[in-house]
């Protein structure tokens, strides 16, 4: 891609994993939007109220979450899906609906375009609402928030 200059622009393209069970089904998504959520968790930090000043405790970060909306391609391989992305749309909607039933966490990973892992986190689906578009692809919303592990 060029800018008006004539200069190079690098064009990042994020590959989103999600997986189950250390592993036991993978799936990367066909399709990831442009402006792709990274959430960094909230800080619950406190004040107190002392007799001459404020005080300021530091505290706990938050769990973090995010919500995106895509697409899943039926019956049909775009040009821009990754390699390893299937084309059968069901068989995303059945994955997601298979682990939520049995209650397993999931775990997401992104990879930016030189494979570096810019997000790794186990989570949970609070949301998954997918819809058939007129084409036969299925459209989804979906919303996940951060699974911590009890050790």
């Known amino acids: 891609m060029s800018r008006a200059d004539g200069q190079e622009v690098a064009t990042i393209a994020?590959?989103?994993?999600?997986?189950v069970n250390n592993n036991e089904e993978v799936f990367t998504l066909p399709h990831v939007p442009v402006d792709f959520p990274l959430p960094l968790p909230e800080q619950h930090n406190e004040t107190y109220t002392g007799l001459s000043y404020d005080y300021r405790r530091i505290g706990t970060l938050g769990l973090r979450s995010l919500s995106w909306?895509?697409?899943?391609?039926?019956?049909?391989?775009?040009?821009?899906?990754?390699a390893e992305a299937?084309?059968?749309?069901?068989?995303?909607?059945?994955?997601?609906?298979?682990?939520?039933?049995?209650?397993?966490?999931?775990?997401?990973?992104?990879?930016?375009?030189?494979?570096v892992c810019r997000?790794?986190?186990?989570?949970?689906?609070d949301s998954f609402e997918p819809s058939v578009r007129r084409n036969g692809d299925i459209a989804y919303t979906i919303a996940i928030t951060e699974y911590r592990f009890v050790v």
Do not use: H
């Not at 994020?14 to 997986?19: E, F, G, L």
């Not at 084309?87 to 059945?94: K, L, T």
């Not at 997000?119 to 689906?125: F, G, I």
């Open 69 to 82: 909306s895509s697409f899943f391609p039926v019956g049909k391989r775009y040009s821009w899906m990754p």
């Open 14 to 19: 994020y590959k989103v994993i999600i997986s």
């Open 119 to 125: 997000l790794n986190m186990p989570c949970t689906v």
């Open 86 to 115: 299937l084309e059968d749309g069901w068989a995303y909607v059945s994955f997601i609906e298979r682990w939520r039933d049995r209650k397993v966490p999931f775990r997401i990973i992104v990879l930016d375009s030189g494979g």
